[in-house]
């Protein structure tokens, strides 16, 4: 494992010491105008400098922001190689959008798992899928190490006291309250299937009602604690400090109304979630996911975290990614049914992972688009997801209700059905069990906009960090002492998002590395 800030590809030879201790001073300057230019929230984000504070009030090794998976990956691992860890929480309970998540971790390569469960899997199907499924914004050098190190995460959160159970699932949406593995993302789907052989990778906890998160983050905390770590709730971290070369020195907090601050020997982390509650950031950076309700993310997901890595001269990436979860399943019976544009056309496959689904219609069909059923396919009832639009006894009074151009949905379902009877679709490759002609009356459309259906969304952009979670800065540089993980960097998770449990495995991945590459960096 490298513990060295390794240049990526894009970034430039390291500049001399004199060179870059001035740019970092003058990119924290840069950093706070860029975000000060256009946010309120930035103002009171500005880093401090470190002789502006008369005396610490406390000092620790690593100090970490934020009590959810990157937090929390990051205080376990700190213990583990001697360090003195704190985590600052605001809120006061513990484990935010992590406790509240399905707890699925994207994991395999052959895990104790999927072994037991007679699947076969490899790291490099694994890397395949995840390359291609990413497309042209594949972080690659995080996928390979993410791959890589798969197996090794797996053990270490057994090792920590995650449980799961010898179960596989077969919906596509986990259910099942006894289960632990099953496909979480699209690797059956065209054309990945192909590309890379598919194998279950969703690993969770044994839980009801998708509550996964819950138990992953009791346990996890409960194994920080049992090594040693700190951890504070109702602390909010303010700003970070930075020493007069742009290294982090420190954070100021506000605790139980006083401000206090806190000297950082090895390095701070930032793991305080995205920004899909910053209404401010959503509008500047990601107006597609502002019209999706609902916004799933826990409260604390307020961009202040991503704000300070930019006051210290962070660069951000993919700040306009994040997921639009359209959940058209379970159950599976529609995907049956047409997924059609604005125009009547047939625009995806429809077994397609719902993140992908959501994607597809937010942003390349501008929203606007139904799913189409007919009464052997249709929803047994009443369904909160999606709301009717249109229900007719015949195509074509279906369409016109629709105000769809003439002939074209008739035209959409008639090719669709010639082919689908014979078990195959030829324009998207959806799985044979997922293919029906719709014959039987009536037809429903079902209104697919982000206005009436259910879209839940979160930001997948953030701080640009090494594979080890050192932030970086406008030049490639890394920052000293400052680290991200989870939704305040940008990691694993891009646009479309494809599959559940990417952004659990690198919260607590990147996490991990943090914390290692802060415990061995030379102070
Ligand atoms: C309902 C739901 C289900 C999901 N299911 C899955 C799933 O199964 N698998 C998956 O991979 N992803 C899932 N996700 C997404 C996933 O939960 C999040 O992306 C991930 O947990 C983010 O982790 P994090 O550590 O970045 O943030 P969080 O877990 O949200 O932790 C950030 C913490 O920082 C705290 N904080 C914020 N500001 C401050 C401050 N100023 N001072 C101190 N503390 C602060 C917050 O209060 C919060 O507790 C789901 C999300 C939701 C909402």
Same mark, same amino acid.
């Given at each position: 494992?490298?513990?060295?800030?390794?240049?990526?590809?894009?970034?430039?030879?390291?500049?001399?010491?004199?060179?870059?201790?001035?740019?970092?001073?003058?990119?924290?300057?840069?950093? $706070? #105008?860029?975000? *000060? =230019?256009?946010?309120?929230?930035? !103002? /009171?984000?500005?880093?401090? +400098? @470190? &002789?502006?504070?008369?005396?610490?009030?406390?000092?620790?090794? $690593? #100090?970490?922001? *934020? =009590?959810?998976?990157?937090?929390? !990956? /990051?205080?376990?691992?700190? +213990? @583990? &190689?001697?360090?003195?860890?704190?985590?600052?929480?605001?809120?006061?309970?513990?484990? *935010? =959008?992590?406790?509240?998540?399905?707890?699925?971790?994207?994991?395999?390569?052959?895990?104790?798992?999927?072994?037991?469960?007679?699947?076969?899997?490899?790291?490099?199907?694994?890397?395949?899928?995840?390359?291609?499924?990413?497309?042209?914004?594949?972080?690659?050098?995080?996928?390979?190490?993410?791959?890589?190190?798969?197996?090794?995460?797996?053990?270490?959160?057994?090792?920590?006291?995650?449980?799961?159970?010898?179960?596989?699932?077969?919906?596509?949406?986990?259910?099942?309250?006894?289960?632990?593995?099953?496909?979480?993302?699209?690797?059956?789907?065209?054309?990945?299937?192909?590309?890379?052989?598919?194998?279950?990778?969703?690993?969770?906890?044994?839980?009801?009602?998708?509550?996964?998160?819950?138990?992953?983050?009791?346990?996890?905390?409960?194994?920080?604690?049992?090594?040693?770590?700190?951890?504070?709730?109702?602390?909010?971290?303010?700003?970070?400090?930075?020493?007069?070369?742009?290294?982090?020195?420190?954070?100021?907090?506000?605790?139980?109304?006083?401000?206090?601050?806190?000297?950082?020997?090895?390095?701070?982390?930032?793991?305080?979630?995205?920004?899909?509650?910053?209404?401010?950031?959503?509008?500047?950076?990601?107006?597609?996911?502002?019209?999706?309700?609902?916004?799933?993310?826990?409260?604390?997901?307020?961009?202040?975290?991503?704000?300070?890595?930019?006051?210290?001269?962070?660069?951000?990436?993919?700040?306009?990614?994040?997921?639009?979860?359209?959940?058209?399943?379970?159950?599976?019976?529609?995907?049956?049914?047409?997924?059609?544009?604005?125009?009547?056309?047939?625009?995806?496959?429809?077994?397609?992972?719902?993140?992908?689904?959501?994607?597809?219609?937010?942003?390349?069909?501008?929203?606007?688009?139904?799913?189409?059923?007919?009464?052997?396919?249709?929803?047994?009832?009443?369904?909160?997801?999606?709301?009717?639009?249109?229900?007719?006894?015949?195509?074509?009074?279906?369409?016109?209700?629709?105000?769809?151009?003439?002939?074209?949905?008739?035209?959409?379902?008639?090719?669709?059905?010639?082919?689908?009877?014979?078990?195959?679709?030829?324009?998207?490759?959806?799985?044979?069990?997922?293919?029906?002609?719709?014959?039987?009356?009536?037809?429903?459309?079902?209104?697919?906009?982000?206005?009436?259906?259910?879209?839940?969304?979160?930001?997948?952009?953030?701080?640009?960090?090494?594979?080890?979670?050192?932030?970086?800065?406008?030049?490639?540089?890394?920052?000293?002492?400052?680290?991200?993980?989870?939704?305040?960097?940008?990691?694993?998770?891009?646009?479309?998002?494809?599959?559940?449990?990417?952004?659990?495995?690198?919260?607590?991945?990147?996490?991990?590395?943090?914390?290692?590459?802060?415990?061995?960096?030379?102070?």
């Amino acid at each position: 494992m490298s513990l060295e800030s390794k240049p990526t590809p894009d970034t430039p030879a390291p500049l001399s010491a004199e060179v870059g201790k001035r740019r970092r001073f003058l990119q924290a300057g840069a950093g $706070l #105008l860029a975000a *000060g =230019s256009s946010l309120s929230s930035s !103002a /009171a984000t500005a880093a401090l +400098r @470190r &002789q502006d504070i008369k005396q610490w009030d406390e000092e620790t090794d $690593l #100090l970490i922001m *934020g =009590s959810g998976i990157g937090g929390i !990956a /990051a205080a376990i691992e700190a +213990r @583990r &190689q001697g360090q003195r860890a704190l985590v600052l929480e605001k809120f006061h309970v513990l484990g *935010g =959008s992590s406790a509240l998540s399905g707890g699925v971790c994207y994991l395999g390569g052959g895990t104790p798992l999927q072994k037991a469960l007679g699947f076969e899997d490899s790291v490099e199907a694994m890397r395949d899928f995840m390359l291609a499924a990413s497309g042209l914004h594949a972080p690659k050098e995080k996928i390979a190490q993410y791959c890589e190190g798969s197996l090794a995460l797996f053990d270490w959160l057994v090792d920590n006291g995650v449980r799961y159970a010898q179960q596989f699932s077969a919906e596509k949406e986990l259910s099942h309250k006894a289960a632990s593995l099953y496909y979480c993302g699209g690797e059956k789907n065209a054309p990945f299937r192909t590309l890379a052989r598919p194998a279950p990778r969703g690993h969770v906890p044994p839980a009801e009602n998708q509550t996964g998160g819950r138990e992953l983050m009791r346990v996890l905390t409960a194994s920080a604690r049992q090594l040693g770590a700190q951890i504070r709730t109702e602390v909010e971290v303010r700003q970070l400090v930075l020493e007069s070369d742009g290294s982090v020195a420190g954070l100021r907090v506000s605790q139980a109304g006083r401000l206090r601050h806190i000297r950082a020997r090895r390095g701070v982390v930032l793991a305080a979630g995205g920004f899909i509650h910053n209404d401010e950031m959503l509008a500047l950076f990601a107006p597609e996911l502002n019209r999706c309700r609902p916004r799933w993310g826990h409260a604390g997901h307020q961009g202040i975290g991503i704000l300070m890595g930019m006051a210290a001269g962070g660069r951000t990436l993919r700040m306009d990614h994040g997921f639009a979860v359209l959940p058209l399943y379970p159950p599976e019976s529609v995907l049956k049914g047409v997924v059609v544009n604005e125009k009547g056309q047939r625009c995806i496959a429809e077994d397609s992972y719902y993140g992908v689904i959501g994607h597809e219609m937010l942003y390349r069909q501008a929203g606007r688009g139904s799913l189409i059923v007919d009464a052997d396919c249709d929803y047994p009832g009443t369904d909160y997801r999606v709301v009717v639009q249109a229900r007719d006894a015949s195509l074509s009074g279906l369409a016109r209700q629709l105000n769809l151009p003439e002939g074209m949905l008739e035209q959409t379902v008639a090719y669709y059905n010639s082919h689908a009877s014979h078990g195959r679709d030829p324009l998207f490759g959806k799985q044979a069990e997922y293919l029906a002609p719709l014959l039987k009356p009536p037809f429903t459309a079902y209104d697919l906009s982000p206005e009436k259906a259910f879209y839940a969304t979160q930001t997948f952009g953030g701080l640009d960090t090494t594979v080890d979670g050192e932030v970086i800065n406008a030049w490639g540089e890394a920052i000293p002492g400052l680290y991200a993980a989870g939704r305040c960097s940008a990691g694993l998770p891009v646009a479309p998002y494809y599959a559940s449990g990417l952004s659990i495995g690198d919260g607590c991945f990147f996490g991990r590395r943090a914390a290692t590459h802060a415990a061995r960096r030379k102070v």
